[in-house]
């Protein structure tokens, strides 16, 4: 086990969303727990500062892809970004905020790294080396206590379940660029094609 948490950063045009700062919190307090560190992904134009933002609540180390192509939000392209460096940075638990956004790409990232997802989770606690979480179901009316166990464990918190981490800007570090993962650029190329194709046909 590699202890290490990830956690993606939701954020609007370079605004952070203040869920994705509590998903960080969690992330802190669990890689505290596990003795591992917490790193935090983020992608878009012009997110720099944000990335700069993460080591000030928690972030042991951030990767940032600042490009055009993630100027606007597109699944596939920041898709492939998260699973990308979880595959490269092998985490034992892969966070979201629960946001329409990291939603979607949670649940495309399980498919990506073949493990499943908790959604709107609203307790987590270490038991073995597992994490136990709880999520209310059927419309809220039960909650469930449950365990993923593939690995990355894949969650998303909900909004407001957990505090948000004091700033502290005397945390400071380097975050890391790394490329952009355009896949909607060969979607776009393949559709394309198919449409050429089927005129050719035509």
Same mark, same amino acid.
């Given at each position: 086990?590699?202890?290490?948490?990830?956690?993606?950063?939701d954020h609007f045009h370079g605004e952070v969303l203040p869920i994705s700062w509590e998903s960080l919190g969690v992330g802190r307090k669990? !890689?505290?727990?596990? +003795? +591992?560190?917490?790193? @935090?992904?983020?992608?878009?134009?012009? @997110?720099?500062?944000? %990335?700069?933002?993460a080591f000030h609540y928690g972030a042991d180390q951030v990767y940032y892809a600042d490009d055009s192509s993630?100027?606007?939000y597109?699944?596939?392209? *920041?898709?492939?970004?998260?699973?990308?460096? !979880?595959?490269?940075? %092998?985490?034992? @638990?892969?966070? *979201?905020?629960?946001?329409?956004?990291?939603?979607?790409?949670?649940g495309m990232c399980a498919i990506d790294l073949n493990s499943g997802v908790l959604p709107d989770v609203t307790a987590l606690e270490v038991q073995d080396?597992?994490?136990?979480?709880?999520?209310?179901?059927? !419309? +809220?009316?039960?909650?469930?206590?449950v365990v993923c166990d593939s690995t990355p464990q894949i969650i998303t918190t909900r909004g407001r379940a957990f505090?948000?981490?004091e700033l502290d800007a005397s945390r400071t570090g380097e975050p890391t660029q790394v490329d952009a993962l355009c896949r909607q650029t060969i979607f776009r190329h393949r559709s394309s094609n198919t449409r050429r194709k089927r005129g050719e046909l035509a």
């Open positions: 086990m590699s202890n290490k948490v990830l956690v993606y950063i669990l !890689a505290d727990e596990l +003795g +591992g560190d917490v790193a @935090v992904v983020i992608g878009g134009q012009d @997110v720099k500062d944000a %990335a700069n933002q993630l100027v606007d597109r699944p596939e392209p *920041f898709a492939s970004l998260v699973s990308q460096i !979880a595959r490269e940075d %092998a985490p034992d @638990v892969l966070l *979201f905020p629960t946001t329409t956004r990291g939603r979607e790409l949670a080396g597992k994490l136990t979480a709880t999520r209310p179901v059927y !419309a +809220g009316k039960l909650i469930a206590t505090d948000k981490p």
